[in-house]
């Protein structure tokens, strides 16, 4: 959508209306408020965040164990269990079993993993009807938009410019903008989707290992409608899904929607442990990268993420960048710890003050500052850091390894900014001065300052 | 080997890479599970969560709720309302159709629930109580019709999601699910709209 990748540059576009950028930071720091009253009113919540983080831990590092215990359990349960080592290879498999099934229509619940496999348009090359039936997914679609955000996929957008993009698609009157009728428009619009759908595909909020079950979750019923209506449904799940049991699973049930809008849980959680009566149920397990990511012991713990968004909502670059600027399917924090290494753009890293805000809300204390730090070494490792930097990152380093040579370059610039017109030098402050003003120049250094005064000190005593 | 073994070996082997410590222990839950509370705090418990979620609680104070489900269903069929009713003793005026898509007229659906949260006013519907009294129910029921109202046991309140395992009876080839609420949105500049593909209004019958 934007030309650039770079996320500078696509945050810069974001920013040109301020207006705007200020409704979003502040729809996104609602969430973040109702997620801390709900927090609150769990006295254990720090204990359950702790024990989340271990019960991911262990399942990762006894992932290949869990994963072929699921496996025989869904045999057991009738369910037929598929495996992709990446993104064209789920594709793949999902055509074939839809087109096993003659489906010419599918109605999808969300699911970022099916984004991150740009599934839609591949189903469509091939003749395949692509419902995406959560409110949010489906305005984006008719918008012909990725997702923004991994929760509320349509947080961009004003009820305003639903409402005209209802207009031309649905039919909706000219003008129309108030949520609730837009909404009864888009169930109405839907309804007819579902009770005319072939075949159902969700995403997986948990896979419980010892039950051979999926747990879905959603708000609007839109995956249940969906599943439990055509006779074949499908589930798409990356490894990292895998509780387990379901005792494991009530413990991150308990802070999913508490921490990604404030709920104390969505208010449909199922449990879907075989198909409906002559009903047919499919689950495809997705790598597509997970396994190298886990072959690095920071990255690795990326896969502990419950995917709830609650970390989108607190950033601040996030918040005032927009999800359009990260060069990733997936935004904000999260996609920067999961998303980098598919990053050619080599600017999303650095999409980040390191504030730790989002480590700190993390239902499962994924280390997302110290996992974001850490790709900007592996990025700099490779070589690929973005052009500025690569050229005077180094310099920077020897400059401050060196107290002589920091003290001379400290000093001058002192000087320059006394007597040199502010005007002449801010060009090269760089990126850093599109938005700032130079300082006003200290008196000495402190280093000067603490000598002189560490001195005086020692007189007065 | 067909691809999907080749792809599931590849998957497994390339695990056999990773980083992380195996010695990882699976965390000790057993002390979640909540002591005893008394049944009268666990109703208010449930009904302050069920309100926080938009559901509502009918539970008159002499406990006589089942009567007066009876005399609003009366009144929902006299009104020309659609009501199916998976519940004993509870008659409604629609049988369960063979083909699931047919219930997309039903107005009130009326089912059986096996137990309910206190914390979260999540309440636990599964393949027993969805098939009742009739075999050929369909899962989609409780999410397709327009309202959904649903009768608990006040003994079967439990307060919070870790008693829920030893509760769910979620058999081989079952479907269950937690049900709190209406289905709702807020995907429209965050302003939360009751009703969006499921039901519009959910009320709960305590016995």
């Not at chain 1, 169930?187 to 005319?196: I, P, T, V």
């Amino acid at each position: 959508m934007y030309q650039s990748k770079s996320h500078a540059d696509n945050a810069t576009i974001f920013c040109r209306d301020e207006n705007r950028v200020d409704w979003h930071s502040k729809a996104l720091w609602n969430l973040r408020e109702k997620r801390d009253r709900a927090a609150a009113s769990v006295p254990e919540w720090e204990q359950l965040r702790q024990l989340g983080s271990e019960i991911k831990l262990h399942t990762l590092s006894h992932l290949g164990d869990y994963l072929c215990q699921f496996e025989q359990k869904c045999i057991e349960n009738g369910i037929q269990v598929h495996w992709a080592k990446d993104a064209s290879e789920h594709n793949q498999i999902a055509l074939n079993i839809l087109t096993t099934h003659s489906v010419k229509k599918l109605v999808k619940s969300k699911s970022m993993l099916t984004e991150e496999c740009h599934l839609n348009p591949f189903l469509e090359k091939h003749g395949i009807e692509v419902i995406d039936t959560d409110l949010g997914e489906r305005i984006i679609q008719l918008n012909n938009q990725p997702p923004s955000h991994i929760v509320v996929p349509a947080i961009h957008m004003k009820k305003e410019e639903v409402g005209e993009l209802f207009h031309q698609k649905l039919n909706t009157p000219k003008g129309e903008s108030d949520p609730t009728r837009l909404t009864r428009a888009a169930r109405k619009h839907l309804r007819d989707q579902f009770l005319s759908a072939d075949a159902a595909m969700t995403g997986v909020n948990m896979a419980i290992a010892d039950l051979g079950a999926v747990v879905v979750c959603t708000n609007e019923g839109n995956a249940d409608m969906g599943a439990n209506l055509p006779k074949l449904q499908i589930h798409s799940m990356g490894i990292d899904k895998i509780v387990p049991d379901a005792d494991s699973a009530m413990v991150l049930l308990r802070m999913l929607a508490r921490n990604a809008i404030g709920q104390p849980i969505t208010t449909y959680s199922s449990f879907y442990r075989g198909s409906k009566v002559d009903g047919e149920m499919h689950i495809i397990i997705v790598d597509n990268g997970r396994t190298d990511i886990m072959q690095d012991n920071i990255l690795a713990e990326s896969l502990k993420c419950i995917r709830c968004g609650g970390c989108l909502n607190t950033c601040p670059v996030y918040r005032r960048s927009g999800g359009f600027s990260y060069n990733y399917t997936i935004p904000g924090p999260i996609g920067i710890a999961v998303g980098a290494q598919h990053d050619d753009s080599n600017t999303i890293p650095w999409a980040c003050t390191l504030c730790g805000s989002c480590s700190y809300v993390c239902p499962t204390k994924v280390p997302l500052d110290k996992i974001i730090a850490h790709h900007r070494r592996l990025k700099a490792e490779q070589g690929k850091l973005p052009f500025g930097k690569k050229f005077y990152m180094p310099a920077v380093g020897k400059l401050m390894s060196s107290p002589t040579l920091l003290n001379c370059t400290m000093s001058s610039a002192r000087l320059a900014l006394k007597v040199i017109p502010h005007t002449l030098i801010k060009p090269l402050s760089g990126a850093w001065g599109h938005y700032r003003e130079l300082p006003v120049a200290p008196k000495s250094s402190f280093d000067t300052w603490y000598k002189h005064h560490k001195a005086a000190n020692k007189e007065t005593k | 080997m067909s691809q999907n073994t080749t792809s599931k070996q590849a998957i497994l082997a390339a695990l056999g890479h990773s980083s992380i410590n195996q010695l990882n222990q699976k965390p000790d839950l057993s002390g979640l599970k909540s002591t005893r509370f008394l049944q009268t705090d666990l109703i208010k418990r449930f009904e302050k969560g069920l309100n926080s979620v938009t559901g509502e609680l009918i539970y008159p104070d002499n406990g006589n709720s089942i009567d007066i489900l009876k005399g609003n269903v009366a009144q929902l069929i006299s009104q020309g309302m659609q009501v199916i009713s998976l519940v004993d003793g509870i008659e409604g005026n629609q049988l369960m159709p063979t083909q699931p898509h047919d219930l997309k007229h039903i107005d009130y659906a009326i089912i059986q629930a096996r137990f309910a949260v206190a914390e979260n006013g999540a309440i636990w519907v599964d393949s027993e109580q969805l098939n009742g009294k009739n075999v050929n129910t369909h899962r989609v029921l409780p999410f397709i019709c327009e309202n959904l109202v649903i009768v608990l046991n006040k003994d079967n309140i439990i307060a919070t999601m870790h008693d829920a395992p030893a509760k769910m009876h979620l058999h081989a080839g079952d479907f269950g699910t937690f049900i709190a609420g209406p289905s709702k949105t807020a995907d429209i500049e965050q302003a939360l709209v009751v009703g969006a593909h499921g039901a519009f209004s959910l009320k709960v019958y305590l016995v």
